[in-house]
């Protein structure tokens, strides 16, 4: 027997305790534990009511998602009948979180006690999954049709008193778990309640409830990459048009259905990817971190501007300097027309917006500067420039003050050392809108020191961002591997693709936008002005038709949507196909040599566009760039809306499998040559590839210390 579950009796109530930090999941040993002392609690004859109650900061977070391949569907199952079957009344009593296996223990048991300041939910339908454990079964039949459907399809947990209306909470409480629960037991026997259970409830559904399954099955069915969401549903129906029993078996036979799907494996890889991406290997246990009271973001511009909201939202008091009143000013309105955008939409009061804005101290004067923890330089994208702040920066600001840049492209190395305190450099890559966007890049200089890389780690935390960390290279992970598939999509233009084509067969893929609507959103003149950064590095190939393309279209002024012409042709927002682009790649073809086809298939358009991305990902990884598979694909998923139903470009390779995608490089590398390198292939994923193993699954050997 563990001590994850403990049983002790007060006057005839068995107060049944699970113990298992952090978050009391539950594990298949502590599920058979549950059910011996549902056993034991059984054949005690002079046991009168139970309640059962977590220890620690929080009720039952969900099962152990590492055992969930190994099948225990009916071992959850076994324990919640049991619990429901028992004939004293069974009360569960929560605090914190209940989610997933933790709310169908509540659903399971009698009666149920909430603490005020609890959410729950059952978020399963996030891993690609559905509640196997009665959970769509019971909670349709406590809270009715249509919130059933809301709660399970959405995943989005909900407040105790919401709880309370929805009928799925007897009584709300201020006090600690088990004396909460105690008090309502001690009530119920004083009443002579017995025991409810929830599966012995007919659902009463209305048509309008059976409307509503229609319709939610109809938009479920459409969303093929994700086949949980028509299971929750049928699941509900189910739970209408069915016996409890029967109900139950429909659920279990789709929860293992789901349990075999692409969008499970992949979300559930990308649930333990992002986890893993916020740890840095080595970091000695116990780092002091840096506090973080004051903080300062250098230029107001596109990013800087989004940059220091995430910091006000988080009431944290920021500094914004400028170099002029106008754009300050404009930028100051901009903060506070954003969240006043929000306000309108319900997503935001008034009193959060005002405190937000209280943060905020709009200046010209770099002396703002000598008190803050933290400064986020968002400057022009320019050497001289940066250079130049952060030299100033290493002087103004206090010492042990971080320094960081948003940079897309420069070296943070060379940023570091302008500041003479290179130890307390590093890059904060956000992306754009940042105030949004999930993801920040942490760019670990070879000086930065492990407490300002880890401070660096918790404030993302703090401020909503999924943070990864880089190391230091043209473009860090996301923008290095974009660079190799902006490169192909040039080439297939010149080579008689359309961007209509190549932008329906990347989105057929699944990705938010296919590359030529994402450059025009972006800018062709940001992207040219990148490419040609490089050619002044002497960093591009030697090759006058590398992203020949975008170069053009930045000459002739077509830099994307906001002049109205760039790979398309706009019409207020309507991108069309427009006949001068095409002219512009039947010169640039001729130009250079390149045969035009009269139709290029789109599993060469997919092939080409996105095998060369995973090479440079295995290069990335090889050059320990990224510590580990995983954060490329966290990076892509959440910064460069790459499909979460495919996991990420690597573990997308591992599921076509790295031996074709090896004979597909192979394949371009004879048919178009390979005089500049496109094709190599990197030697990780080959030797991978020979022992048959995954990319996905590879960790670099732990380097001596
Ligand atoms: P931007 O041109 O919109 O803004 C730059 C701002 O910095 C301007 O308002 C300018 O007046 C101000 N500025 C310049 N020098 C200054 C100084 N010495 N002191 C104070 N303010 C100064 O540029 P942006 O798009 O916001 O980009 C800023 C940085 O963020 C760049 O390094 C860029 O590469 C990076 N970045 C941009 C994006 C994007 O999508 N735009 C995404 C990620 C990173």
């Known amino acids: 027997m563990t001590s994850f579950v403990t049983l002790e009796w007060q006057a005839g109530i068995g107060l049944l305790k699970i113990d298992r930090p952090p978050v009391n999941a539950l594990s298949h040993e502590v599920l058979r534990s549950l059910l011996e002392q549902i056993a034991a609690v059984k054949t005690n004859e002079s046991a009168r009511a139970l309640v059962l109650h977590a220890g620690g900061r929080t009720f039952v977070c969900g099962a152990d998602l590492t055992e969930i391949d190994e099948g225990g569907e009916d071992l959850f199952n076994s324990v919640m009948d049991a619990l429901e079957a028992l004939d004293i009344p069974v009360i569960c009593s929560m605090h914190g979180m209940a989610l997933g296996g933790g709310l169908?223990?509540?659903l399971a048991s009698h009666y149920r006690v909430a603490h005020r300041d609890m959410r729950m939910g059952l978020p399963e339908v996030m891993l690609g999954l559905l509640p196997g454990a009665g959970g769509t079964q019971?909670?349709?039949?406590?809270a009715g049709v249509r919130k059933a459907l809301d709660m399970i399809s959405t995943g989005k947990p909900i407040g105790a008193a919401q709880a309370q209306e929805a009928g799925l909470v007897d009584t709300l409480t201020d006090d600690a778990p088990a004396a909460a629960g105690l008090a309502f037991a001690q009530t119920l026997l004083a009443e002579g309640k017995g025991p409810r259970r929830t599966g012995e409830i007919s659902v009463e559904a209305s048509d309008d409830d059976r409307a509503a399954v229609n319709e939610a099955l109809q938009a479920a069915e459409k969303r093929t990459a994700y086949p949980a969401a028509a299971h929750i549903v049928r699941c509900i129906e189910a739970a209408i048009e069915r016996p409890f029993a029967e109900g139950q078996r429909l659920e279990r036979e789709l929860f293992r259905a789901c349990l075999d799907t692409e969008a499970s494996r992949s979300l559930r890889h990308l649930f333990f990817a992002e986890r893993e991406a916020a740890k840095i290997p080595n970091l000695p246990a116990k780092l002091p971190l840096r506090s973080i009271d004051r903080m300062a973001?250098?230029?107001?511009?596109?990013?800087?501007?989004?940059?220091?909201m995430n910091f006000l939202s988080a009431g944290i008091s920021a500094v914004l300097l400028e170099t002029g009143q106008e754009a300050l000013d404009a930028a100051v309105a901009a903060i506070r027309s954003t969240y006043e955008a929000?306000?309108?939409?319900?997503?935001l009061s008034q009193d959060k917006l005002e405190r937000a804005m209280a943060c905020l101290h709009p200046t010209l004067d770099e002396s703002a500067l000598a008190d803050c923890d933290l400064v986020i330089e968002a400057v022009f994208e320019n050497m001289a420039v940066k250079t130049a702040l952060m030299e100033r920066l290493g002087r103004v600001c206090k010492p042990g003050a971080i320094l960081a840049s948003n940079t897309s492209t420069?070296?943070?190395?060379?940023?570091?050392?302008?500041?003479?305190?290179p130890a307390d450099v590093l890059g904060l890559h956000f992306f754009s809108p940042a105030n949004i966007m999930k993801l920040l890049e942490v760019v670990r200089g070879d000086a930065t020191s492990p407490d300002v890389l880890a401070t660096a780690m918790a404030l993302a935390r703090t401020i909503g961002k999924v943070p990864v960390v880089s190391g230091v290279c043209y473009g860090f992970?996301?923008?290095?591997?974009?660079?190799?598939?902006?490169?192909?999509v040039d080439f297939l233009l010149m080579e008689g693709a359309s961007p209509r084509q190549i932008d329906s067969v990347i989105q057929g893929a699944g990705l938010a936008m296919g590359p030529c609507r994402m450059l025009d959103m972006a800018g062709t003149d940001v992207a040219a002005k990148i490419v040609l950064e490089q050619e002044k590095a002497g960093a591009l190939p030697d090759d006058p038709s590398y992203r020949?393309?975008?170069r053009a279209l930045f000459e002739a002024g077509r830099n994307g949507q906001k002049t109205q012409r760039g790979y398309y042709r706009y019409e207020g927002r309507n991108a069309v196909d427009d006949p001068e682009f095409t002219a512009l790649c039947e010169q640039l073809a001729k130009q250079h040599g390149i045969e035009r086809r009269s139709e290029i298939p789109d599993s060469e358009i997919f092939e080409r566009c996105m095998y060369p991305l995973i090479n440079e990902a295995a290069l990335i990884l090889e050059e320990g760039i990224a510590y580990r598979p995983g954060d490329i694909d966290v990076v892509w998923v959440r910064g460069y809306g790459f499909p979460d139903f495919r996991g990420g470009p690597v573990f997308m390779a591992d599921t076509i499998g790295l031996p074709s995608i090896i004979e597909r490089l192979e394949h371009y590398a004879r048919v178009q040559g390979n005089p500049h390198g496109y094709w190599t292939i990197s030697t990780l994923m080959q030797r991978l590839a020979a022992q048959g193993e995954r990319l996905?699954?590879?960790?670099?050997?732990?380097?001596?210390?």
């Open 138 to 142: 019971r909670l349709t039949r406590l």
């Open 297 to 308: 973001v250098i230029g107001a511009g596109t990013m800087g501007r989004g940059i220091v």
């Open 342 to 347: 929000s306000v309108k939409k319900g997503r």
């Open 696 to 705: 996905s699954d590879w960790r670099p050997q732990p380097s001596n210390p």
């Open 410 to 421: 420069l070296d943070v190395n060379v940023l570091a050392q302008a500041s003479g305190r």
């Open 104 to 106: 169908e223990l509540a």
């Open 477 to 488: 992970i996301g923008n290095r591997m974009l660079e190799s598939y902006a490169r192909e």
């Open 548 to 550: 020949a393309v975008v």
